[in-house]
């Protein structure tokens, strides 16, 4: 991928913000959000599954049957779904509405406040509209903001909004509360492969890890079933806990053939497995495809956070789940490296992870 990083300095065509789409009352959307026909929604709500829903206050507790039956469920959905949501998880509910809050107000600001922060594909940090740098790409029907949280040399305040007044502060607890939350996760998920409790942790790199957000803000769409808020794609780094709206659903999962609706439990957080944990895990976990639906009558907000492997090490499967039984699936990769695909490619299924399967 050596040529590529020309192209990863500059947006290969002016930048449209959704949102002032959406606000000039167009009463059809432009050619270049029009997913071909394979791609489009369907609107046949006849599916009423949902992912599974954990209660973590059962791993915590004195009681080791809810503890063990609590596991399973979690070990069951890191297989099956790629996907859970958690509750009784220990943020607190007035910081998880402080956060979609000041976000929510953040995208309500004057364009020219938002513009200050507009990003570049060559970090991706800052106000954006775009995944990918391939000119005349179909582009999804969402604004962004993506900013780093760790490591600390990479987490930089001048490029976090200064407004809303209080923003800064409610991103830094928000930050600070939900990486805890993501080291008690990843223990839960280390104990059900068998493995010492901080085995992902150290195989992410101890403390040195990456943490960054990505809010995603969905303005209201006058076609919605033309289009797609996020195109199908499956996570880069290792873990994802979204904070979806808390009045408007929005996110489909794959199962098999079909999409499934999430539908949130109050305050709960969507985890979801990335790619990184699934080459950890030597595919025992699934980085599952997910995808955004937009709709004509309320917009939607979200806070994706990815907790990430220290960028620079190679990530493979753990030795201790290669056997001659299953060898291993993937050969090694540095989360920089693996995170240009999709900075160039812009979101693409699960292509990306399968494209590293070993040679066999
Ligand atoms: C993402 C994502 C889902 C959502 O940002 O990677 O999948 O509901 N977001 O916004
Ligand atoms: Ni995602």
Redesign the pocket.
Known sequence: MKNCNNSLQEWPEPIVRVQSLSESGLPSIPDRYVKPDTERPSFDSSNDANIPVVDMSGLYGHDDVVRTATLRIVLEACREWGFFQVVNHGVSPELMDAALGVWRDFFYLPIETKQLYANSPRTYEGYGSRLGVQKGAILDW?D?YFLHYLPSCLKDYKKWPHLPPNCREVIDEYGREVVKLCGRLLRVLSVNLGLKEHFLQNAFGGEDIGACL?V?Y?PKCPQPELTL??SS?S?PGGM?L?L??NQVT??QVRKDTSWIT?KPAPHAF?V?IGDQIQVLSNAIYKSVE???LVNSGKE?V?L?F?YNPKSDIPIEPAKELVTPDKPALYTPMTFDEYRLFIRLRGPRGKSQVESLKSPR
């Open positions: 969402s962004y990505r995603n969905y808020g996020l794609h996570d994802t979204l979806p709206d929005g996110l999430v969507i979801n997910h995808r955004v939607r979200s994706a990815f």
